[in-house]
C-alpha cells in the first residue's frame, strides 16, 4: 500500500484523543441514592460489566473512524505494476477515424464519442504535458506536440478517413516522435481487420498504453467485394459480362436484393440475388456496349448502417478500330491481307520493309513482321520502342532471312533465337487449350482435331523458357508458335514461314481465329480499378508526349502525378494523395488519355470486433504487460487517469468506512443500555 499524502498519516495520534476520553471517563464517579440495599451488590456486577463493554464497543468505533477518515484523506493506493512509475510527460492519443467509426451506438456517432473521451481524459493532465495525436491518416501537421490550448482545437478538426492502422504501425508512428517515456490511449472500437493485435510483440517497457473500447450497434454488412469482366477481350456492339462478388458479414440472410449496374451515368442493368448469412456469391450484369469510348461504371446496392462500400467504381476502354500494319518483304501476304482489310473491327495497313515510315509504327496495336529478310537498324529500334509502350508483335521467320539480324532482334526483345531449320514434315500434335488466345474458340477439348502440317521450320534455343508459353507444339517437340510477355507485351514467335511451301498454317481453319484474337488482344487493356493506398503507381498511358503533365481529376479533386520509368515503362505516382473512392480522368495537354477507377480497402468492411476478453487474452498469451484494456465501459475518465498514475485508489472505501465506524458509534450511545 502506498499514499498520495503520506505526511498525514501523522494525524493517526489523533487517536490517543477518544482513548484520553476514555480513561477520564473511568474516573468519573456518580452517587446513586437507594431506598434499599438489599441488591446492591448484585446491581452493582450487572452494571459494571455492561458499562465497560459499552465504553470499549465506543472506544474502538471512534478510534477506527478516526483512522479510516486519516487513511482517507493521505490517498492510499496499490501500484499496477510492482514498479510503478509516475505517468509520462508526452501524453500520445490514437483516434480511430477508420470509416467504422461512422457506426452508431446509444451513445451517439462513435467518432464523436470517441474525440468527447478523448478531450475529458486530456482535461485530467497537466496542461504543460507534451500532447500528440495520431489519426488514420498519419498526417505530417501531427507531427510535433501540441499545448494544452492547442489540442482540444485539434482534436475537433478530425474527420473521417478511408486509411486504417494496425497496432504495430501506430506504435512505430509514436517511436517516430518520441524515444521519451509515453502514455498512449487507444481509442478505437477494436475492429479485427484493422487494427490486428495478433501481430503485436512485445514493446518497449518505456511506452504505456490504455486501450479504450467504443462499442458500436453495427455488426452486419453487406458489400461489393470484387468485380471482373468474362472475356478480356470487350469489342463495341457485342455483349459483355460484368461479374461482381458480394460477400455479406452478418448472421441474417438476405432475400431478393437489387444490385445496379451504371455506364457512364446510365442505368445498364439490375442483378436480384438472395444470400445466406457469412457467404460470398457472384452476381452477373450483362449489356451490349453500342458505342466505343470510355466507360466509366458503378455497381450500387443499398445496404445500414455501413454505406461506405455500397457503391464499387471500374472503368474500361473499347477502342473504334484496332490498327494492324503488316510489313513484308517481296508481296503482301494473302491470307493476311483477306481476314484484317475486310473487317470493321480493324484498321488495317500492309507495307513493303523498304517504303515503312518509322512514325507510323508507334500508333499502331499489332505489328506483323511477315517473312522479311533483312532488318534494319531503324526498324529494330522502333519495334523496341513500341512494344516498350504495350504494342504486340507477331514475327514470321524467312527461309532466307539474315541470322545476325533476327539474333538481333531476339536478344532486344528477350525472346528465344531462331537455330538451324528443320524440313522434316511433321505436324502439329499439341494446343494449348488453355491460353488465352483460344478463349471462345473451343467449347471443349478435342481428341481428333485436324491440325496444321510443317514442312519447314526453325529450331529455337530454350534462353528465355521461363518466358515462353508454347501455343503450338510439334510432334518432335519443337514448337510452332511460342507467346512471350516483354514489359506486359505480348510476342508471337512463330518457327515457319507464312506461306504454302513451309505449312499449310495460312489456309488451315485456325488461322483466323489465332489472328484474329492476336489483334483483340493486342488492344492495351487498363486494371478495371485499383485500391486506395494499395496501388501506389499506375502504368501511363502510351502514345502521349513525354513533355505533357497528367492530371487525375474529379469534380472535387486535381491531383498532379508523379512521373517515374520503371523497367523502361512510364508509370504515374500518386504518393498517397488519393482519399475518396470514384472513377478519375486521366488527363494531358487538356485531352481525356484515360479513365481510372478507386476502391476502399476492403479490409475495413469486415465488421468483427474484438472483445475486451479477446484483447487480455492475446495480451496475456504474448506477456505484453504495458499494454493494457479500459473493461469498465462507462468508468469515468478522471478514475482512468488516476488508475494510470496511481494504480488502483482506496480513499474513497475508507471514507465510507469512516462514516460507517461513526454510525455504530452513534447507534451504541443511543441503543445500548448500560
Same mark, same amino acid.
Given at each position: ?20 476520553? #476514555? ?118 501537421? #501531427? ?20 486509411? #486504417? ?28 481487420? %484493422? ?24 455488426? /452486419? ?7 471482373? %469482366? ?89 477502342? @473504334? ?121 473451343? =467449347? ?78 493486342? %488492344? ?38 508523379? =512521373? ?25 495537354? /487538356? ?47 478522471? @478514475? ?35
Amino acid at each position: 500500500m502506498r499514499y498520495q499524502n503520506p505526511q498525514l498519516l501523522y494525524a493517526l495520534f489523533a487517536i490517543a484523543i477518544p482513548i484520553i476520553i #476514555h480513561l477520564f471517563n473511568l474516573r468519573k464517579y456518580k452517587t446513586v441514592r437507594f431506598s434499599s440495599v438489599r441488591f446492591l451488590r448484585e446491581i452493582k456486577k450487572a452494571k459494571r460489566s455492561r458499562s465497560r463493554l459499552k465504553n470499549i464497543l465506543i472506544l474502538l468505533s471512534r478510534i477506527l473512524a478516526i483512522a479510516a477518515l486519516v487513511f482517507a484523506f493521505s490517498k492510499p493506493y496499490l501500484p499496477v505494476q510492482k514498479t510503478q512509475k509516475s505517468i509520462a510527460n508526452n501524453i500520445f492519443f490514437y483516434i480511430d477515424n477508420s470509416f467504422s467509426m461512422e457506426s452508431v451506438s446509444e451513445d451517439g456517432v462513435l467518432i464523436d464519442i470517441a474525440k468527447s473521451k478523448a478531450e475529458e481524459i486530456f482535461q485530467q493532465h497537466n496542461k504543460e504535458s507534451n500532447f500528440y495525436l495520431i489519426t488514420n491518416d498519419f498526417s505530417a501537421k #501531427h507531427n510535433r506536440a501540441f499545448s494544452g490550448v492547442e489540442f482540444p482545437k485539434v482534436l475537433q478538426n478530425i474527420k473521417i478517413s478511408a486509411d #486504417h492502422r494496425s497496432f504495430s504501425s501506430i506504435y512505430s508512428r509514436l517511436q517516430s516522435l518520441t524515444n521519451e517515456q509515453a502514455q498512449l490511449y487507444l481509442l478505437t472500437d477494436m475492429q479485427k481487420s %484493422t487494427l490486428n493485435i495478433e501481430d503485436l510483440a512485445l514493446l518497449d517497457s518505456n511506452f504505456n498504453a490504455l486501450i479504450i473500447p467504443l462499442s458500436s450497434a453495427a455488426n /452486419n454488412n453487406l458489400y461489393i467485394d470484387s468485380c471482373w %469482366t468474362n472475356s478480356p477481350i470487350i469489342q463495341q456492339g457485342k455483349p459483355i459480362e460484368i461479374l461482381a462478388r458480394l460477400t455479406n458479414r452478418s448472421d441474417v440472410e438476405l432475400n431478393n436484393i437489387p444490385a445496379f449496374l451504371h455506364v457512364n451515368s446510365q442505368q445498364k442493368a439490375i442483378s436480384n440475388f438472395s444470400i445466406l448469412p457469412n457467404e460470398s456469391i457472384e452476381i452477373a450484369f450483362k449489356f451490349t456496349p453500342s458505342t466505343s469510348g470510355f466507360k466509366v461504371c458503378e455497381i450500387s446496392l443499398q445496404d445500414y448502417p455501413i454505406s461506405f462500400d455500397d457503391n464499387f467504381y471500374f472503368s474500361f476502354k473499347i477502342l @473504334d478500330k484496332i490498327k494492324v500494319l503488316s510489313i513484308y518483304n517481296q508481296k503482301p501476304n494473302f491470307a493476311i491481307q483477306t481476314l484484317y482489310k475486310n473487317d470493321d473491327a480493324f484498321s488495317f495497313e500492309s507495307v513493303n520493309f523498304e517504303q515503312i515510315k518509322y512514325e507510323a509504327i508507334k500508333n499502331q496495336q499489332l505489328l506483323i513482321l511477315d517473312g522479311l529478310s533483312n532488318i534494319s537498324s531503324g526498324l529494330l529500334q522502333t519495334i523496341e520502342t513500341f512494344v516498350k509502350e504495350g504494342g504486340s508483335i507477331a514475327i514470321f521467320p524467312n527461309n532466307e532471312m539474315s541470322q545476325a539480324d533476327y539474333k538481333q532482334l531476339c536478344n532486344l526483345l528477350k525472346i528465344d533465337e531462331y537455330q538451324s531449320m528443320d524440313t522434316a514434315r511433321q505436324k502439329v500434335n499439341k494446343i494449348a487449350y488453355k491460353h488465352k488466345i483460344f478463349d471462345g474458340v473451343f =467449347e471443349k477439348q478435342e481428341d481428333k482435331l485436324n491440325l496444321p502440317i510443317v514442312s519447314k521450320h526453325y529450331k529455337i534455343s530454350s534462353k528465355y523458357n521461363t518466358n515462353n508459353q508454347a501455343i503450338f507444339s510439334l510432334e518432335m517437340g519443337n514448337d510452332f508458335l511460342s507467346n512471350y510477355n516483354y514489359n506486359g507485351a505480348n510476342i508471337y514467335l512463330f518457327t515457319s514461314p507464312l506461306n504454302k511451301e513451309s505449312s499449310n498454317f495460312s489456309n488451315h481453319a485456325l488461322f483466323v481465329p489465332v489472328m484474329y484474337n492476336m489483334a483483340l488482344m493486342s %488492344t492495351k487493356k487498363s486494371a478495371l480499378f485499383y485500391r486506395i493506398g494499395k496501388k501506389q503507381y499506375f502504368d501511363a498511358p502510351a502514345k502521349v508526349s513525354r513533355e505533357h503533365i497528367y492530371h487525375l481529376q474529379s469534380e472535387k479533386f486535381d491531383i498532379i502525378p508523379t =512521373e517515374k520509368y520503371v523497367a523502361g515503362k512510364r508509370k504515374l505516382y500518386l504518393h498517397d494523395q488519393l482519399k475518396e473512392a470514384g472513377n478519375y480522368k486521366l488527363t494531358a495537354n /487538356n485531352e481525356i488519355k484515360d479513365v481510372v477507377a478507386f476502391n476502399y480497402k476492403k479490409a475495413e468492411s469486415d465488421p468483427s470486433l474484438y472483445s475486451i476478453n479477446e484483447v487480455e487474452e492475446i495480451l496475456n498469451r504474448k506477456n505484453i504487460n504495458n499494454i493494457t484494456i479500459n473493461k469498465k465501459v462507462n468508468q469515468q475518465r478522471v @478514475d482512468i487517469v488516476q488508475q494510470l498514475s496511481l494504480g488502483k485508489s482506496y480513499w474513497k472505501l475508507f471514507i465510507v468506512l469512516s462514516l460507517l465506524f461513526f454510525l455504530i458509534e452513534t447507534l451504541l450511545i443511543k441503543y445500548l443500555k448500560s
